[in-house]
């Protein structure tokens, strides 16, 4: 399986307050994602990074913020917390030739009271 | 983006061949064919890729036909294990996945 982990694994929070989920990878892939999961809707693209320092938005990006500073992290900021964000996230990377397949972590179950 | 279309959800005796199809109409000349497993808990995880006719590896067959119009993954004799949420995507991965959507997934369930 590759590298990847997420931590933490859950966590719950109070409306308003920041949260960090942090991605880490040992596969030295080039592309990192976040995701969420919600029931009904599938997994939906959060943001999305294509290199150090270079991020960009994905279809849900509203309310999220996110950073890469060093090849091997990927950090996903809701700078201050909703109830909507109540999901599952999930870090996936891939290489970004047009055959490598994408790899999951195992998930980050966050809860917003 | 290719949008696909795949059953909600299937049931399956332990044992038997389990077909899923996904209809992706409007596939583009770029775009590859790719069926992830998801567990309760778990991300998702890669189990077969192709671009047309037949691909094969130890866990899944994948059958897309000259059209590619839509593509069939055949698990053989499941499993109980094999319970799963299976998702097809199809989109032009050159430079990343952003462009790639998953929709929600055929629930499989194996029934002993």
């Known amino acids: 399986d590759a590298g990847i982990t997420q931590s933490p694994r859950h966590k719950v929070t109070e409306t308003g307050t920041p949260v960090t989920l942090r991605c880490h990878q040992t596969?030295?892939?080039?592309?990192m994602y976040w995701y969420r999961q919600d029931p009904g809707h599938g997994l939906r693209l959060i943001h999305y990074?294509?290199?150090?320092?270079?991020?960009d938005k994905g279809e849900v990006s509203d309310g999220y913020s996110v950073s890469r500073s060093k090849t091997e992290d990927f950090l996903l900021t809701l700078e201050s917390a909703t109830s909507s964000q109540t999901s599952v996230y999930f870090c996936?990377?891939?290489?970004?030739?047009?055959?490598?397949?994408?790899?999951f972590g195992n998930g980050t179950r966050l809860t917003v009271t | 983006l290719a949008k696909t279309t795949q059953p909600i959800s299937m049931d399956s005796y332990e044992g038997q061949e389990v077909n899923i199809t996904c209809s992706h109409n409007n596939i583009a000349t770029n775009d590859y064919i790719t069926w992830y497993q998801q567990f309760p808990s778990q991300g998702p995880r890669f189990i077969i890729q192709g671009y047309k006719t037949k691909v094969t590896n130890e866990v899944a067959s994948l059958f897309i036909p000259a059209d590619r119009k839509s593509s069939t993954l055949s698990l053989p004799r499941v499993s109980l294990s094999d319970t799963a949420v299976y998702y097809c995507?199809?989109?032009?991965?050159?430079?990343?996945?952003?462009?790639?959507?998953f929709g929600t997934g055929t629930k499989l369930q194996v029934i002993p």
């Open positions: 995507l199809v989109g032009d991965r050159a430079g990343g996945y952003q462009k790639v959507t």
């Open positions: 990074s294509y290199g150090v320092k270079d991020t």
């Open positions: 996936a990377i891939s290489e970004g030739t047009v055959i490598s397949p994408l790899h």
């Open positions: 596969e030295n892939h080039r592309y």
